[in-house]
Nanobody, 125 residues
Framework: QVQLVESGGGLVQAGDSLRLSCVVS????????MSWFRQAPGKERDFVGG????????DYGYTVKGRFTISRDNAKNMVYLQMNSLKLEDTAVYYC??????????????????WGQGTQVTVSS
């Protein structure tokens, strides 16, 4: 059974940095394209960014481009989201997700077969 577990969330101030981690168990992370999504209270879950199985290609949502960076370590079965210059509007629950189409980075939730439980990120002024 494939499981994804996020960690690293917390309360930070605007302008700070935070790194989220997601560990995959049950199958090698190299089997998946991985992405991060986020969901703010009362809003839909939005695509943050993604990375192909080999780490060669990344894509980001326009609201985080230039501030957030996705990376992965297949040997550790981990994917990361480095978040810099955090803004109040980055406050959300952040989810990692796995897509068996290894070269696809999709912004559509339905393309992802596995999801983590989420980690809360709160940015204060």
């Amino acid at each position: 059974q494939v499981q994804l577990v996020e960690s690293g969330g917390g309360l930070v101030q605007a302008g700070d940095s935070l790194r989220l981690s997601c560990v995959v168990s049950g199958r090698s992370i190299s089997s998946y394209s991985m992405s991060w999504f986020r969901q703010a209270p009362g809003k839909e879950r939005d695509f943050v960014g993604g990375i192909t199985f080999n780490g060669e290609t990344t894509d980001y949502g326009y609201t985080v481009k230039g501030r957030f960076t996705i990376s992965r370590d297949n040997a550790k079965n981990m994917v990361y989201l480095q978040m810099n210059s955090l803004k109040l509007e980055d406050t959300a629950v952040y989810y990692c997700a796995a897509n068996t189409r290894k070269l696809e980075i999709s912004q559509a939730m339905r393309r992802y077969e596995y999801w983590g439980q989420g980690t809360q990120v709160t940015v204060s002024s």
